[in-house]
Nanobody, 119 residues
Framework: QVQLLESGGGLVQPGGSLRLSCASS????????????MGWYRQAPGKQRELVAT???????TYTDSVKGRFTISRDNAKRTLYLQMNSLRPEDTAVYYC?????????WGQGTQITVSS
């Protein structure tokens, strides 16, 4: 069973920045881990969970339109860790953010970390 531990959430003013981290408990080799697809999702109150950004097999990144140019997804395969650098945060970015790791046909999720953007 793989566990994902997110950190870095909190309260930030509009225009501010935060960096989320997601550490994976998997013990596979760095080369194998680099092939996994990982992503960040978020869920705002009363809304469905949405995909924010993905790191596909460590070579390709995708972003939902609303965060393009503001958020950057990255990973350190040696540390088995995924990151999300969030700049120019807006109130509409307020949500619980979840880390996701896909291994074959299984999805693993973190517990979620709250991001609140408010003045």
């Amino acid at each position: 069973q793989v566990q994902l531990l997110e950190s870095g959430g909190g309260l930030v003013q509009p225009g501010g920045s935060l960096r989320l981290s997601c550490a994976s408990s998997t013990t596979v080799s760095t080369n194998i881990f680099s092939l996994y697809t990982m992503g960040w999702y978020r869920q705002a109150p009363g809304k469905q969970r949405e995909l924010v950004a993905t790191s596909i097999r460590g070579t390709t990144t995708t972003y939902t339109d609303s965060v393009k140019g503001r958020f950057t997804i990255s990973r350190d395969n040696a540390k088995r860790t995924l990151y999300l650098q969030m700049n120019s945060l807006r109130p509409e970015d307020t949500a619980v953010y979840y880390c996701n790791l896909k291994i074959v046909r299984t999805d693993y999720w973190g517990q979620g970390t709250q991001i609140t953007v408010s003045s």
